[in-house]
């Protein structure tokens, strides 16, 4: 069905752009926060997808309605999988990626650095944005899931324990890696 097929085509693709942005707000809002935070790769897949197919409500306002369909399935289906991961520890392992110890205790795991391709001058600049000078003071430096990477000191992860919330995944990574 098309959108308005009485009015010429460029009036029909401004009524649909302006349609698709409001509707575009509206879904951002009822989907929450999590869709414009720090992107995981699932959530870049979905925005990625999302935006081709506002391209295509926008400029083919023949297809308006079959589009507009398909953006409402694709940001239903992201709503369904984040839930079921905060419930699910095998559905989060499944569609969010594992944090990475990238260096431990000032030094570099080169195994995880390959697997994450992270090389070191990225990692010298997340030390420097950290107040870091010298690799030796990062207690660790880890790529989350969003690819982020966080440095945590040396003189943080004293007298931290398996335990401490932020650092239980940390300290449950194997470093039986060759650590150089």
Sequence with gaps: MELLPDLPLYA???????????YV???????????VASLTSFDWI??????SLIAVAMTSPDKFWETNLSIALVVALQWIASKLAFHSRAVSRLVTAEPTLLVHQG??????????RVNEDEIATALRDAGLTRLEDAGAVIMETGG??????????EGTRESDFALRELHGLPLDVEVT
Excluded at 107 to 116: G, N, P, S, T, V
């Design 12 to 22: 029909r693709i401004a009524v649909a752009t302006v349609l698709c942005y409001l």
């Design 25 to 35: 707000i509206v879904l951002v809002r009822l989907s929450g926060k999590r869709t």
């Design 46 to 51: 979905l925005n990625v997808a999302v935006g």
């Design 107 to 116: 030094r570099f795991i080169r195994d995880a650095m390959a697997r994450a």
């Design 148 to 157: 982020k990477l966080c440095v945590l000191s040396a003189e943080t992860l």
